[in-house]
């Protein structure tokens, strides 16, 4: 039996960006994810059903790039947890999507106790 099959498979960027924000959430140390554009510079954690919200990913002649917009638990290290976040969406991305990854941003919004 042929376990090729010819043609192409094409991941939507909101589907990635769920992949994404799945990963972050597992990821010790984060409290929650933020809006990339805080206009009054206060980050405010969405809710786990917008994820996608606090995740930006965009596609680039390299692969895709993505850009996490997180809220950290206060008391870790952020250095450690921002290493962390990359290597476990790293680890999705190239392991369920197979997609080629042309890097990961990681914007720490702000630091919180976890309630």
């Known amino acids: 039996m042929n376990d090729t099959i010819a043609g192409n498979l094409h991941v939507a960027n909101d589907v990635l960006a769920d992949m994404v924000g799945n990963a972050a959430f597992e990821c010790y140390g984060v409290v929650g994810m933020a809006a990339p554009n805080a206009a009054d510079g206060i980050a405010k954690i969405l809710p786990a059903s ?66």
């Open 50 to 115: 917008r994820l996608r919200r606090g995740v930006v990913v965009t596609t680039t002649e390299v692969g895709v790039h993505v850009e996490l917009y997180v809220v950290i638990e206060y008391g870790t290290n952020i250095n450690t947890v921002s290493q962390n976040l990359v290597d476990q969406v790293t680890f999705a991305l190239s392991e369920y999507a197979r997609v080629p990854l042309d890097g990961v941003e990681v914007h720490v919004q702000g630091v919180k106790v976890r309630k």
